[in-house]
């Protein structure tokens, strides 16, 4: 028993002297929250790219399926949603940093949040357009009896409906997001696990990795969290509507 308490005493050593090392040395836990900051900020710029580009990709689909002329921009939507879901976002943040940009100088943040929300926004259309597609056909002719134009009727009636109805898949959306953020490292963007990796080459050690993944572990929780009381949020609002 003296030998296991001991064995196990000489791991807690071991292991401060290890996180010593890994991340109080020179103040290298820094990069790991300067890092963060960077993952944080980049997926709150791509959420609001991508939420823009959803949101008009999927009135486009939704007016063409409803018989509205919309010319060209209802295949371009297409096409848009094809090659954005059809490719791996790695690749579509390579080629926007490395040919679209290689020539214009750029901050990395930008480079990676307009990335990252293009792709995002593939999928954010689908979600709007399935949320616009899942509000009773009658609210729409409701709206038009009142005399409120097409436009209207999507911005005050619909519309909001449909944000309601697709909350908790669209912040899914985000919480993916997250973690997808963390192949930023391929342009020289100090993100969390650039951060982590910086620390990796001069330690030599699997720590800063494990915190790397400790760190967006509680992220996600949080957010995941978040996700949860939205939803009850949303069911208590349900059972409190006076039914018709």
Known sequence: MQELWASIEQWFISFGQEFHRNFL??????????????????????????????????????????????????????????????TPVMIQILIINF???????VSKLLVASLAFGINSGAYAAEIFRSGIQSVDTGQMEAARSLGLPYSKSMRYVILPQAVR????????????????????????????????????????????????ALIYLVVVMLMTRILRMMERSLRRSDRNQPSS
């Open 99 to 105: 040919v679209i940009f290689a020539s214009v100088r």
């Open 25 to 86: 040395v020179d103040g290298r836990y820094l990069w790991l929250l300067d890092g963060l900051k960077n993952t944080l900020l980049m997926t709150l710029f791509a959420s609001l790219i991508g939420i823009v580009i959803g949101l008009f990709v999927s009135i486009i689909r939704v007016l063409k399926q409803s018989g509205a002329k919309v010319g060209i921009l209802d295949k371009l939507a297409g096409i848009y949603i094809t090659v954005i879901r059809g």
């Open 165 to 212: 109805n697709v909350l908790p898949a669209l912040f899914n959306e985000f919480i993916t997001l997250v973690k997808e953020t963390s192949i930023s490292g391929y342009i020289a963007f100090t993100d969390l696990t650039r951060a982590g990796e910086n620390i990796r080459t001069l330690t030599f050690s699997a720590q800063p990795l494990i915190m790397v």
